[in-house]
C-alpha cells in the first residue's frame, strides 16, 4: 500500500496530508489531471502526459513553477512502486472565502499520488459498454476534474450491468468513453472521433493511431455514427488504466470472438510500451 503523497512540495502520509476546505479543486472542480501508467518503475509517456498537463494548465490560466519531473523520479524511488499508476492534480489553488472569481495571484495546489492498483494488463478482457447522449460540457478537450457527468453515466453503466459508458452525440456519433478513447472498425477502416472540443486527446489513442500507420492499417478520424451499428465489425476502448480492450457489447448489440485485430493491436500496443520502458532514462 502507498502510504505517502506529494502535496505542495512535501512527502506527506496520507493520513497526515492537509487541504484546506477553500481550495478551489474542492469547492468548484477548478483543477487539471493526469493520470499516468507506471510499468516497472517506468512512467509511461512521461513528456507527453506533461506537456497535456501543461497545456491544460494554460489553458484554464493556472501556473505553478514545480520541476514535476524531479518529483515524480523521487516519489517512485522512495515508494519503489513498480506497477500501478499515478495522479497529478494541480487546482487553482486555497482561495480566502467561496467565490466564483477567483482572487488574484493563488498558489496553485500541485498533489501527487501514487497508487499500486495494476492498470488492466494487454489485452484487456472484452468489455459490455452502454452508449448514453453526451450530456458533458462543451470542452471535453481539458483534463478537468469536475467530472460529475462521467461519474453518474458510469454509475448508471454499472447499475445496469455495463464496464464502460461511451458519449454519443444528439446526431449518432460515436465520441468517447467515460474513461477512455474509442474505436470501431467499418467495413476494414478503423474509425475514431476527430480531435476538438468534444473528446480528450487520449495519449493511449495517438499511440494506437502510431501502430495504425507503422502497421499500414487504415483509419479515419471521423466518427462512427450509431445508425451504421449493424456493419461494424469490431469495438475497442483504450486508455490509461483501461489499457487496449475488446468490445465484446454495445448497449443491446454483441459483438463475437475472436476480436482478431483488437488483439493484434493490443499486443502492439505493449511492444511499444515495453520498448518505452527499455530506453526511458531521466
Ligand atoms: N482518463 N477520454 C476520457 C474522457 C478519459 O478520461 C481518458 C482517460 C481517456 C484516455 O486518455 P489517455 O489515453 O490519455 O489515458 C479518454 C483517465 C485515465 C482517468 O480519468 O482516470
Known sequence: MIQRCFLNGDFVSLERACLSPLDRGFLFGDAIYEVIKIREGVPLWLNEHLARLERNLEE????????????INIYLKKEGLKFGSLYIQISRGTDRFREHLPSKRLLPTVFMLLSDAVPASLPSDPL????????RWGRCDIKVTSLAANVLAKIKAQKEGFDEVVFVSSRGEVREGGSSSVFVKIGGIW?????????????TREKIL??????????????ALIKDIESWEEICVCGTLTGVAPVARFGEVKFSLPFEEVIRIANAYDELERNYVDSFSW
Do not use: A, Q, S
Open 60 to 71: 484554464v490560466g493556472i501556473t505553478h513553477d514545480l520541476d514535476l519531473k524531479y518529483f
Open 128 to 135: 459490455k459498454v452502454i452508449p448514453i447522449d453526451d450530456f
Open 191 to 203: 474509425f475514431t472521433h476527430p480531435l476538438d472540443n468534444h473528446i480528450l486527446p487520449g495519449i
Open 210 to 223: 502510431k501502430i495504425f500507420r507503422d502497421k499500414g492499417i487504415e483509419y479515419i478520424e471521423r466518427p
